[in-house]
Nanobody
Framework: QVQLVESGGGLVQPGGSLRLSCAAS????????MRWYRQAPGNQREMVAS???????YYADSVKGRFTISRDNAKNAVYLQMNSLKPEDTAVYFC?????????WGQGTQVTVSS
């Protein structure tokens, strides 16, 4: 069974940084396209970034130039480095993978950007 566990969320001031981590198990990690989504209250869940292989990345326009997705295949982990955070980045952030025809989600980690 695929399991995803996020960590690293918290409260940060505008302009600050956070690094989210997602530990994955139960899959062949190095071939999986990993994604980060977020969902703010009252909003639909939106994809923030994805990574396939080590360098094939995608970013939503709203986070380009501020967020960086990366992975460590030796640790079965994917990361989201978030810089220059804005109040509108406040959301629950989820790790996601589509694997063997199924979608798997972590439990989410709360990111709050506020002064």
């Amino acid at each position: 069974q695929v399991q995803l566990v996020e960590s690293g969320g918290g409260l940060v001031q505008p302009g600050g940084s956070l690094r989210l981590s997602c530990a994955a198990s139960g899959l062949i990690f190095n071939i999986a396209r990993m994604r980060w989504y977020r969902q703010a209250p009252g909003n639909q869940r939106e994809m923030v970034a994805s990574i396939a292989g080590s360098f094939n990345t995608y970013y939503a326009d709203s986070v380009k130039g501020r967020f960086t997705i990366s992975r460590d295949n030796a640790k079965n982990a994917v990361y989201l480095q978030m810089n220059s955070l804005k109040p509108e980045d406040t959301a629950v952030y989820f790790c996601n993978v589509e694997y063997m025809g199924r979608d798997f989600w972590g439990q989410g980690t709360q990111v709050t950007v506020s002064s």
